[in-house]
């Protein structure tokens, strides 16, 4: 299988790039005032978490340095795992997740015999974060899988009409598996960036069904990439005390958050979800801000997205 | 052996690679193999400490018991080592995480400090830790989608051993009616599932700073046409051939586990602990360099 963007490690990796963080000296600042106002901060977030964050919140930043509207590193990495039709590796910061695809085939449902199934899943093991215990699927990595689902449904990333190869006999299924690797917050987010960004890379070989025998013959020489209609980017905010909103918000900003917005846009500036699972009530004009960061971020990764495709060498 | 890439990156983006001797070239038609598996470990009471450890492995020459015998073609390629790892501590700082591109093995491993046994109705053992171990494989690491990731037999089977490994090898007297969870993931399998799980697992335990007796190092070895072959991959594993799977405690010599099923002449089996052996060793030496990679940069930051 073509290894996709593949490099030694020590080579300079183009396939993988980095949206650093630009720390504005107003948000260096504010962290040194905050620092500054109490001395050394005798508390660290341990004692009074949510009064030692309303301290930066107040001068306008984090304890991380970033402002409110600043996303962490985003660093994405594509066609790592072999075995996988298509992957990708996506780090916002600490938060850690991994996509693999992998393409089978199957009969269409009956009611829909030209489309094929695209079935994404979300697995927050317990590697991942001491949050977690092992055994069934837990309630975050459930809702997590379900969102990603109406994700795909809502911005119809892939026509589901592409995947099918003979009506009513044969389609792909697009088995998308999302592993977060390493737990610190901003979830949704990072998984689908994940998600787009495997699908992206995914190369399907030929498929063609043999008129005499009835068999389906893959050509593993010959390989096509997916189409891929839109490219929905997801944006998440936390929200403090009903009125600030930071975006991607950290493990630690998540449980100390009275509440949650994620905002899905498409490339054409059109949203494709809104997610506020209850929390704090929002006003309209903030929730439009929220959309217009949104707006943005999207620039950004698609930016980031297809500098990557564009540096993997064809194998 | 394959080759093993190995960089460790903290949390403070300083990536840091170590690549042994460059090799020979190679065999002309072999595809490289790299090994990744990534390892976290957090410290008991340090901050979690993760890390990630690709490996990457290249087909070069595998050391036989007595000859070198390459695979394939004629040329004698010395083994190149390189194992990859990244750690990741917190309090992060933005730093970007180099990752292996090409991992045609890698797992990942992570330990979270000691803490009270968790349900399970195993309960605390009065003298000593309980190490709990989980293993399981990505969907998409094998080449037919996997099915189960956990919970199967061979799953099971790879749990225990692991499990039974590091209780040879952890000082659990010294965390008594505690717990010590090993959770390994492979994301990507090509042969030496559990030795990669082994090696993973090792510096993540020493990454959290739970003492081990010694290292562990596990290497699997074959036997082909009266030569012992080192690090078998996966398709030589499903030729069918006899093979064995090594766990050694290098510094004293002592095997943690070695494990085979297949018919092997007792004359050959000498040959293919000596394979496994040597292997294991050189996996040492690559390990040990760098975690002390490590602990000097961390000293380094630290006196500043």
Same mark, same amino acid.
């Given at each position: 299988?073509?290894?996709?963007?593949?490099?030694?490690?020590?080579?300079?990796?183009?396939?993988?790039?980095?949206?650093?963080?630009?720390?504005?000296?107003?948000?260096?600042?504010?962290?040194?005032?905050?620092?500054?106002?109490?001395?050394?901060?005798?508390?660290?977030?341990?004692?009074?978490?949510?009064?030692?964050?309303?301290?930066?919140?107040?001068?306008?930043?984090?304890?991380?340095?970033?402002?409110?509207?600043?996303?962490?590193?985003?660093?994405?990495?594509?066609?790592?795992?072999?075995?996988?039709?298509?992957?990708?590796?996506?780090?916002?910061?600490?938060?850690?997740?991994?996509?693999?695809?992998?393409?089978?085939?199957?009969?269409?449902?009956?009611?829909?015999?030209?489309?094929?199934?695209?079935?994404?899943?979300?697995?927050?093991?317990?590697?991942?974060?001491?949050r977690?215990?092992?055994?069934?699927?837990?309630?975050?990595?459930?809702?997590?899988?379900?969102?990603i689902?109406?994700?795909?449904?809502?911005?119809?990333?892939?026509?589901?009409?592409?995947?099918?190869?003979?009506?009513?006999?044969?389609?792909?299924?697009?088995?998308?598996?999302?592993?977060?690797?390493?737990?610190?917050?901003?979830?949704l987010?990072?998984?689908?960036?994940?998600?787009?960004?495997?699908?992206?890379?995914?190369?399907?070989?030929?498929?063609?069904?043999?008129?005499?025998?009835?068999?389906?013959?893959?050509?593993?020489?010959?390989?096509?990439?997916?189409?891929?209609?839109?490219?929905?980017?997801?944006?998440?905010?936390?929200?403090?005390?009903?009125?600030?909103?930071?975006?991607?918000?950290?493990?630690?900003?998540?449980?100390?958050?009275?509440?949650?917005?994620?905002?899905?846009?498409?490339?054409?500036?059109?949203?494709?979800?809104?997610?506020?699972?209850?929390?704090?009530?929002l006003?309209?004009?903030?929730?439009?801000?929220?959309?217009?960061?949104?707006?943005?971020?999207?620039?950004?990764?698609?930016?980031?997205?297809?500098?990557?495709?564009?540096?993997?060498?064809?194998? | 052996?394959?080759d093993?890439?190995?960089?460790?990156?903290?949390?403070?983006?300083?990536?840091?690679?170590?690549?042994?001797?460059?090799?020979?070239? *190679?065999?002309? /038609?072999?595809?490289?193999? @790299?090994? &990744?598996? %990534?390892? #976290? =470990? !957090?410290a008991?009471h340090?901050?979690?400490g993760?890390?990630?450890?690709?490996?990457?492995?290249?087909?070069?020459? *595998?050391?036989g /018991?007595?000859?070198?015998? @390459?695979? &394939?073609? %004629?040329? #004698? =390629? !010395?083994?190149?080592?390189?194992?990859?790892?990244?750690?990741?501590?917190?309090?992060?700082?933005?730093?970007?995480?180099?990752?292996?591109?090409?991992?045609?093995?890698?797992?990942?491993?992570?330990?979270p400090? !000691?803490?009270?046994?968790t349900?399970h109705?195993?309960?605390?053992?009065?003298d000593?830790?309980?190490?709990?171990?989980?293993?399981?494989?990505?969907?998409?690491?094998?080449?037919?989608?996997?099915r189960?990731?956990?919970?199967?037999?061979?799953?099971?089977?790879?749990?225990?051993?692991?499990?039974?490994?590091?209780?040879?090898?952890i000082?659990?007297?010294?965390?008594?009616?505690?717990?010590?969870?090993?959770?390994?993931?492979?994301?990507?399998?090509?042969?030496?599932?559990?030795?990669?799980?082994?090696?993973?697992?090792?510096?993540?335990?020493?990454?959290?700073g739970?003492?081990?007796?010694?290292?562990?190092?596990?290497?699997?070895?074959?036997?082909?046409?009266?030569?012992?072959?080192?690090?078998?991959?996966?398709?030589?594993?499903?030729?069918?051939?006899?093979?064995?799977?090594?766990?050694?405690l290098?510094?004293?010599?002592?095997?943690?586990?070695?494990q085979?099923?297949?018919?092997?002449?007792?004359?050959?089996?000498e040959?293919?602990?000596?394979?496994?052996?040597?292997?294991?060793?050189?996996?040492?030496?690559?390990?040990?360099?760098?975690?002390?990679d490590?602990?000097?940069?961390?000293?380094?930051?630290?006196?500043?």
């Amino acid at each position: 299988m073509a290894p996709g963007g593949c490099r030694r490690i020590g080579e300079p990796a183009a396939s993988l790039l980095v949206l650093g963080p630009w720390v504005l000296p107003a948000a260096r600042n504010g962290v040194s005032r905050v620092i500054g106002k109490c001395g050394v901060a005798t508390d660290r977030g341990t004692v009074e978490p949510l009064e030692y964050y309303r301290r930066f919140l107040k001068e306008n930043c984090r304890p991380d340095g970033r402002e409110l509207g600043e996303f962490r590193a985003t660093t994405v990495n594509i066609g790592s795992i072999t075995t996988a039709d298509g992957s990708a590796l996506v780090k916002l910061g600490n938060t850690t997740v991994i996509c693999g695809v992998k393409a089978e085939l199957a009969a269409p449902a009956v009611d829909s015999a030209n489309k094929g199934y695209i079935v994404p899943n979300v697995e927050l093991p317990s590697l991942c974060s001491t949050r977690f215990r092992s055994g069934p699927p837990g309630e975050e990595a459930q809702a997590a899988s379900q969102f990603i689902a109406d994700v795909i449904e809502n911005s119809q990333i892939i026509a589901k009409e592409d995947l099918c190869i003979a009506n009513g006999k044969l389609a792909w299924v697009l088995y998308c598996d999302i592993i977060c690797l390493d737990y610190d917050g901003n979830i949704l987010d990072a998984s689908a960036f994940a998600l787009l960004a495997a699908l992206k890379n995914v190369q399907l070989p030929s498929v063609t069904i043999n008129e005499e025998t009835g068999l389906s013959e893959v050509n593993l020489k010959q390989k096509n990439p997916l189409v891929i209609r839109k490219h929905p980017v997801a944006t998440s905010f936390a929200i403090f005390d009903d009125t600030l909103l930071v975006v991607d918000p950290t493990a630690e900003e998540e449980d100390l958050a009275t509440g949650t917005v994620t905002i899905v846009t498409d490339e054409e500036d059109r949203l494709c979800s809104v997610h506020k699972p209850g929390g704090s009530p929002l006003t309209g004009a903030k929730l439009q801000d929220c959309i217009t960061r949104a707006i943005t971020r999207h620039k950004e990764v698609k930016k980031l997205i297809d500098k990557v495709i564009k540096s993997i060498k064809p194998n | 052996m394959r080759d093993v890439s190995s960089g460790r990156s903290r949390g403070t983006g300083t990536p840091l690679s170590c690549h042994g001797p460059a090799s020979a070239p *190679r065999p002309r /038609g072999r595809r490289s193999a @790299p090994w &990744g598996c %990534g390892v #976290g =470990v !957090p410290a008991p009471h340090c901050p979690p400490g993760d890390t990630d450890w690709g490996s990457h492995h290249s087909q070069g020459c *595998r050391t036989g /018991g007595g000859s070198h015998h @390459p695979r &394939g073609h %004629g040329e #004698g =390629v !010395p083994p190149l080592l390189g194992l990859q790892s990244w750690g990741s501590r917190h309090p992060p700082a933005p730093g970007d995480m180099e990752w292996g591109s090409h991992l045609p093995q890698g797992c990942r491993a992570r330990v979270p400090p !000691p803490h009270h046994p968790t349900g399970h109705g195993a309960g605390a053992l009065p003298d000593r830790a309980l190490v709990n171990c989980q293993y399981s494989m990505a969907t998409f690491s094998t080449g037919e989608r996997k099915r189960r990731p956990h919970g199967d037999r061979k799953s099971s089977e790879m749990t225990l051993h692991l499990k039974q490994t590091f209780e040879a090898a952890i000082l659990t007297e010294l965390y008594p009616r505690s717990q010590i969870d090993i959770y390994v993931q492979i994301l990507q399998a090509d042969g030496g599932n559990y030795c990669a799980c082994v090696n993973a697992a090792t510096l993540a335990v020493i990454d959290a700073g739970i003492p081990m007796r010694d290292y562990v190092c596990a290497s699997s070895a074959g036997f082909v046409e009266d030569t012992a072959l080192a690090d078998l991959s996966y398709v030589e594993e499903a030729s069918g051939g006899p093979q064995a799977a090594l766990a050694l405690l290098p510094t004293s010599g002592q095997i943690a586990l070695l494990q085979m099923d297949s018919r092997l002449h007792e004359d050959h089996l000498e040959a293919v602990i000596e394979a496994a052996s040597g292997a294991c060793r050189a996996v040492h030496a690559v390990l040990d360099g760098v975690v002390r990679d490590h602990v000097r940069e961390v000293t380094a930051l630290l006196g500043d």
